[in-house]
Every structure is written in C-alpha cells, then in structure tokens.
C-alpha cells in the first residue's frame, strides 16, 4: 500500500517545481534553435475538448533544444517546468512545430520533397505522438532520498529516427 502522505508529497513537489521530467520528441518543421516557451495553457476558447495558448490559462513552462535536425523535422529534448495538460503538444504546436503524429495539433505529415520510400513510409506509418518521457527525477517522499528514472525510446521511435537520419542535416 502506499503511504498516505506519499501523493500530497508529489503534488507538492510538482507545484515547487521540483520534479524533473524530459522528453525526446520529433517535431514536423524545423526550429533553429532551442528556447523556452512560457505561454499560459487552457481549455480552447471555442472547442472545449482542445487544450490551447490562451491568455487565460494557467502558466505554463516548457524547454526545448534541437538534438538533431532533418529537412522537414527535428528531434528535441523537452523539459517541463510545470505539468499541464498536452503542454509539449500544444506548445509546440502553437510556436509552429507541432509533433509527428499528432492527430489532433499537427495536421497532415510534412514530407520534404524527394523523400526516400522508407522516410516516407516510416513518417506516413508512425500512429501515435513522437513523444517519449525519457527520465523522471523526483525527491521520494519518506526518505528525502532523489530518485530518477530512465527509460530508452522504444522501438517505434528508433526506426522513426532512423529513417530520418538518411534526412539530416549537415551541421
């Protein structure tokens, strides 16, 4: 069972921001450089299922830096300073970069012209978000001990990845 105090300690810890969360993730459009997007996230204005920048939403804080870039896409390391609701999706998606494989904040596939059968085969196929939590460190609640958690991207993603490494770009 686990310890009363244990998920108040985690809510808490996520409100001082002291959980560490970061994510690989491939984007359709190519960002030039890393930065940080701090833009409040909320319910879309007009379709309330969506989650969306509005100037009414709770603040919101996510890191970003390119890893790797290829013609229509790059791969990314995200980091969240808070923990909102599809804030990596929506994020980048409103700063232009939405996920491969979003079906509800990307759009159609970005395929750059002259794409090999396998890249466009690989990109066309992928059926979930380019978005995989790599590691997750916290400060466990009884003993005060950090504790962290690495989990390599799984096999979807790697193939994804190598197909688009027949795509990178030089630099």
Not at 151 to 163: I, K, R, T, V
């Given at each position: 069972?686990?310890?009363?105090?244990?998920?108040?300690?985690?809510?808490?810890?996520?409100?001082?921001?002291?959980?560490?969360?970061?994510?690989?993730?491939?984007?359709?459009?190519?960002?030039?450089?890393?930065?940080?997007?701090?833009?409040?996230?909320?319910?879309?204005?007009?379709?309330?299922?969506?989650?969306?920048?509005?100037?009414?939403?709770?603040?919101?804080?996510?890191?970003?830096?390119?890893?790797?870039?290829?013609?229509?896409?790059?791969?990314?390391?995200?980091?969240?300073?808070?923990?909102?609701?599809?804030?990596?999706?929506?994020?980048?998606?409103?700063?232009?970069?939405?996920?491969?494989?979003?079906?509800?904040?990307?759009?159609?596939?970005?395929?750059?012209?002259?794409?090999?059968?396998?890249?466009?085969?690989?990109v066309k196929s992928f059926r979930r978000q380019a978005l995989h939590a790599t590691s997750l460190s916290l400060r466990h609640p009884t003993s005060g001990e950090?504790?962290?958690?690495?989990?390599?991207?799984?096999?979807?993603?790697?193939?994804?990845?190598?197909?688009?490494?027949?795509?990178?770009?030089?630099?």
């Open positions: 069972a686990r310890p009363a105090a244990a998920r108040p300690d985690r809510v808490t810890q996520l409100s001082r921001r002291s959980v560490s969360r970061h994510y690989l993730a491939v984007t359709h459009g190519v960002p030039v450089a890393g930065e940080t997007i701090d833009q409040p996230v909320g319910r879309h204005p007009v379709d309330r299922v969506l989650i969306a920048v509005t100037p009414g939403g709770k603040q919101a804080v996510t890191h970003f830096r390119v890893l790797d870039k290829f013609r229509a896409h790059a791969l990314i390391e995200a980091r969240l300073e808070t923990g909102r609701t599809h804030q990596i999706r929506v994020h980048l998606a409103w700063r232009g970069y939405p996920l491969l494989g979003d079906p509800v904040y990307s759009g159609r596939p970005r395929i750059p012209a002259n794409a090999s059968a396998p890249l466009l085969s690989a950090k504790v962290s958690w690495e989990q390599p991207p799984p096999e979807d993603m790697n193939f994804l990845l190598q197909a688009l490494g027949e795509d990178k770009i030089a630099g």
